[in-house]
Structure formats: structure tokens, C-alpha cells
């Protein structure tokens, strides 16, 4: 049976068809969901895709974290659902209190789009096991809003229970701390990023590579070894 991962569109998402082929790719069923419906349609897995939910206002995923959808998916989330935020999905993570932290302004103060180098640091998670820990990749990053933040003991408890998925190589695009671009809540199923791999998973458009394809390939095997 074909593995279905949903995709949620909130009004000012941006990749969400992006992230549809992506999983297309990868050999899943992607599944459309929609903000004001409550009805997550029975799919294995869910993603929050990219963009500007209801256009950033208050803070980047304040509003969308309040969306009928999410009522359901945070549930679900805490009973083992795999969830992956990229990007503005990752700021609605940590709103809705599924992953620690918040994502502020980037340092710089600029939009930032450029192919970013990443150390994977969790090859252990759901979405990550089709890559090993230490691996170098490139993934596209776009982002305006994308400096991670934690108090001390948060950025701590992160670094020492291994839940840092990714970390920034060479070049820290917005000022996040610990270079960190992407964590993992402590069971493994629910991953946010910066970076947006769906963007990196054909070798004939965006980055030219396919570093990106290992997140949808990864979630697909878990499901269906589940």
C-alpha cells in the first residue's frame, strides 16, 4: 500500500505544490490539506510547507499555529504522527509548542535566498535516516525570518540529548544560535528546518542536486518498515 503524506496549504503558503512533487519523487502519495479543515484524511505523515502564512502578521506562523488543522495535528503529533515544518512550517513547530525555541528576524535584517551547506547531525530521526550522521549536503535556503533562538538551558538540553538535526557549514545565513538549522523533538517524529529540501531533490532544477530527496525517501521506508 502506497504511503500518504499530507501536505497543509495556509493561505500565503508558497511550496506546497513544490513539496507535493517532492513527495511524488520520493514514491509517496502526496495528499492536500487544507487550513480550516480539522480532517488530517487518515495520511501516515504530514508536512508544513514553506512560505508566508497569513502573510507573517504578528510573527512568522503566529496566526497559522491558531488554524482549525493544527487542532489535529498537534494531537497527532504527540501520539507519533511524523510531522516535517520547512521553513515557515518549522516557525508554525515551534509556535504551536511541538519543538522548543522560536525563529526571529534574520540578523542582517535582509531576505536571504542562496544554496546552503548543512551538516547533518541526527541521522536517527523519521525524516533523516536515509542520510549519516556528519554528512555534508547542500539545500536551498529562503528565508526572512530565520534565526533560531532558545534560552540556555533549551540550547543545552538540544545539543546534549542530540536533538540538533542540522547545523549551518561555513556561512551562518541569519544568526542562529549554535549555527543550529534544524532540530527534532525527543522521540524523533516531529523535525523543523530552515532549509528547504523539496527544492533540492531533482538534479535538473534548483540546486542541480538531489541532497534534499533523502527526507522524503527516508519517511517513505519508515512507513512502510512500520
Known sequence: MT????????????????????????????VALWHKDKDLKQVDAVVLCG????GDYLRAGAIARFSPVMDTLIDQAKAGLPVLGICNGFQILTEAHLLPGGMLGNDHLHFICRDQ???????DTAWTTD?????????????????YVADRRT????????R???????????????DIAGITNAAG??????????????????????DGLPFFTSILKKLVNA
Open 51 to 54: 512560505g508566508f502564512s497569513y
Open 3 to 30: 504511503a500518504r503524506i499530507g501536505v497543509v496549504t495556509f493561505p500565503g503558503s508558497l511550496d506546497d505544490r513544490d513539496t507535493q512533487r517532492a513527495i511524488r519523487v520520493a514514491g509517496a502519495e502526496p
Open 155 to 162: 540550547l543545552d538540553e538540544l545539543e546534549a540529548e542530540g
Open 131 to 147: 542520510y549519516t550522521a556528519g554528512q555534508e549536503i547542500h539545500i536551498p535556503l529562503k528565508n526572512m525570518d530565520g534565526r
Open 117 to 123: 551547506k548543512l551538516r547533518v547531525e541526527n541521522a
Open 164 to 178: 540538533v538535526a542540522f547545523r549551518y557549514l561555513d556561512f551562518n545565513p541569519n544568526g542562529s544560535l549554535n
Open 189 to 210: 517524529n516531529v523535525v523543523g528546518l530552515m532549509p528547504h529540501p523539496e527544492h533540492a531533490v531533482e538534479s535538473l532544477i534548483g540546486t542541480g542536486r538531489t
